[in-house]
């Protein structure tokens, strides 16, 4: 099988929101990446991918975010 086999078989499993930022990344690998408008990605993106990370932490964490870092710097000194 042959490597472009195998990144269309890929890519071919992917969900469509992934497989336009494959194509996206190799569009810009090829410098061809000035056929992409802005207004065609999507700009809170990120969110999504947050949102999923399963991330933990205490409820008042956004409010003494300087607090816990600070703490986590002390204990990283002992």
Known sequence: MSITEIVLE???ALPM?????????????SGDSSKI???E??????LRVASQMNLD???DWSERFEEYL????SDAGR
């Open 10 to 12: 890929k890519l071919s």
């Open 17 to 29: 929101e992934k497989q336009e930022q494959v194509l996206h990344y190799v569009e810009a690998l």
């Open 37 to 39: 408008s802005p207004m």
């Open 41 to 46: 990605t999507e700009p809170y993106a990120w």
């Open 57 to 59: 932490g205490p409820p």
């Open 70 to 73: 600070q703490a986590n710097a």
